[in-house]
T-cell receptor, first 116, second 113 residues
């Protein structure tokens, strides 16, 4: 079974509107971390937001928020007020365990295109 | 966030040559670094975990003699693609963590002719 599932290969959103990118995960660990990264066409992986499994509040970073539903094992990324520069690939990732030396497992990604 | 650099950003080489890629943590020390490979329109695939002062841990299916990893200091890990062939052409990217978040280098595009 896949550990991280992103079911939306591609998404469109109108500029200035909000968009939700879906991510579900599968783990039996009690302690884990969930991440979202943005990859523009240049290839760099830009860290957006992090949610720890024990965090009770949903993480927020500027226009990015993570809708963490632990019982459903979902960690959707919400981008508010979309901008043209948000057009990119978005990857959800999970780290099982607390140690930062643990590896990340990535989903297949969602390509977001923001329409002017 | 923390800064991870990678050099070179582009490499074009002839088949049979070896290519070394450097990954540096610029403002923190990293006992562990990670090397990923990404094919076009695909996700990142972890190749190996680089451990400072000890042997790297390779993922299943990754040839350790083909992809040599050296983590000689707390700020530098190198990946050497030995006797590169066209099928090794890919995007290679490293990461490291100062805390719970992994930060990535800008990546290296390798083209083997």
């Amino acid at each position: 079974a896949q550990k991280i599932t992103q079911t939306q290969p591609g998404m469109f959103v109108q500029e200035k509107e909000a968009v939700t990118l879906d991510c579900t995960y599968d783990t039996s660990d009690q302690s884990y971390g969930l991440f979202w990264y943005k990859q523009p066409s240049s290839g760099e992986m830009i860290f957006l937001i992090y949610q720890g499994s024990y965090d009770e509040q949903n993480a927020t970073e500027g226009r990015y928020s993570l809708n963490f539903q632990k019982a459903r094992k979902s960690a959707n990324l919400v981008i508010s007020a979309s901008q043209l520069g948000d057009s990119a690939m978005y990857f959800c990732a999970m780290r099982e365990g607390e140690d930062s030396s643990y590896k990340l497992i990535f989903g297949s990604g969602t390509r977001l295109l923001v329409r002017p | 966030g923390a800064v991870v650099s990678q050099h070179p950003s582009w490499v074009i080489c002839k088949s049979g040559t070896s290519v070394k890629i450097e990954c540096r943590s610029l403002d923190f020390q990293a006992t562990t670094m990670f090397w990923y490979r990404q094919f076009p329109k695909q996700s990142l695939m972890l190749m190996a975990t680089s451990n400072e002062g000890s042997k790297a841990t390779y993922e299943q299916g990754v040839e350790k003699d083909k992809f040599l990893i050296n983590h000689a200091s707390l700020t530098l890990s190198t990946l050497t693609v030995t006797s590169a062939h066209p099928e090794d052409s890919s995007f290679y990217i490293c990461s490291a963590s100062p805390e719970e978040t992994q930060y990535f280098g800008p990546g290296t595009r390798l083209l083997v002719l």
